[in-house]
């Protein structure tokens, strides 16, 4: 009997990816099926900047490898957005392979094993797969509001008291808007979270990837101090999905954290496609108006899903104030959302993110973000249509 080296525990153990697992699921299907399940736009990156690329794809520089830490140029107009529209004037950039590389960056620089660290339902997936890969096992999921699913601060603030075994959590970690939820922290929430971090000595990482996905009037904003950073994507706003750029503001003043950062970096892509920077570099020069076209465009998506998910019951909606997101409550018996997902799909033609990849069973995430208006009426109404049949029969099995 042949005998093989084991795997290693800690990603054995790490949950699996769930669009892995929608991925799998569509091909299985047994009819055509329509997805509001991945985090996508449906836009493609500017014309103008695509046009740039073209003329220095055999420019000799394109095939080699770029500074570790990103482009000059690119880090220079980085730095210079983050005066002008983030309010951020003491921090530090690096450009990394998307904001999921930024984020594994941070926690392998930020975090020991030994470490806790803490996060809000519903969490991110990715974010929560990112600890347990690096052996951060000690994962503290803290409650939201149940109404605007903002994050719990007095349970935050008896969790950074009390620690683990005399320690603090070492970082918590926040994305605002929200992914899955695409619920908006508002500024006195984020500043109370920071200053629970601050007086506790522990890391605040904010993802601000939909930072531009804005809507109701809402202003996104950012938080600057010593123990907080920023992360953010060209991915979602420039339609940039497949280049993989995004970007690390860290605090200039703390000693030792970009040695540390360029450790990671170098292990793992050593930098970042240098076509990509090339591109999102163009990107920036398209300006705000450009962004707010496209994500404008989005208002009207939002709305028709809104009111495909109207068989749940009003409370039962939230989120969608930000980001590319609305998160839904399934009725009470339906706590397996993984199956509820499976039926939809293959009963119906449409894919949703079951809630349970983040933490809350019962629970679903829509995507407005990846269809234009005409396929996403499709979507709403084959969604609508399996909703009112779950809500009323039950999961009627597929035909």
Sequence with gaps: ??????????????????????????????????????????????????????????????????ADDGLPELREALLKKLRCEN?????????????????????????????????????????????????????????SQPKTLHPDLDWLEKTLKKGDNGRSPKLVTVVNPGNPSGAFIPRPVLQKISDLCKNA???????????????????????????IVNVFSFSKVYGMMGWRVGYIAYPS??????????????????????????????????GQEWIKEKVQTLVKNREILKKALTPLGESSVMGGEGAIYLWAKLPDKFHDDFEVVRWLMNRHGVV???????????????????????????????????????????????Q
């Design 87 to 143: 309010k951020l004037t003491n921090s530090s950039i690096m450009v990394t392979a998307g904001a999921n590389q930024a984020f594994v960056n941070l926690v392998l620089a930020l975090c020991d094993t030994e470490d806790s660290v803490v996060m809000f339902k519903p969490y991110y997936f990715n974010a929560y797969m990112s600890f347990q890969m690096t052996g951060v096992t000690k994962i503290l999921v803290g409650p």
């Design 352 to 398: 949703v993110i079951p809630g349970s990849a983040s933490g809350c069973e019962g629970h679903v995430r829509i995507s407005f973000g990846g269809l234009k208006s005409a396929d996403c009426e499709i979507a709403a109404h084959k969604l609508k249509v399996g909703l009112h049949e779950l809500v009323e029969d039950g999961m009627v099995p597929p």
């Design 253 to 286: 003043a703390v000693k030792d954290f970009a040695p540390s950062l360029l450790k990671v970096q170098d292990c793992i892509p050593i930098c970042a496609s240098i076509i990509g920077q090339h591109l999102a570099l163009y990107s920036l020069q398209n």
């Design 201 to 227: 000595g522990a890391w605040l990482v904010v993802d601000n990837t939909y930072e531009y996905f804005m809507y109701d009037d809402l202003k996104h904003y950012c938080l600057e101090d010593n123990h």
């Design 1 to 66: 009997m042949s005998i093989f080296p084991k795997l290693s525990t800690r990603v054995l153990e790490t949950e699996t990816p769930v669009m892995v697992q929608m991925q799998k699921l569509i091909r299985e299907a047994k009819k055509d099926v329509i997805s509001l399940a991945q985090g996508v736009v449906y836009w493609q990156p500017p014309e103008q900047a695509l046009d740039k690329v073209k003329k220095i794809i055999w420019e000799p520089s394109i095939s080699r490898y770029g």
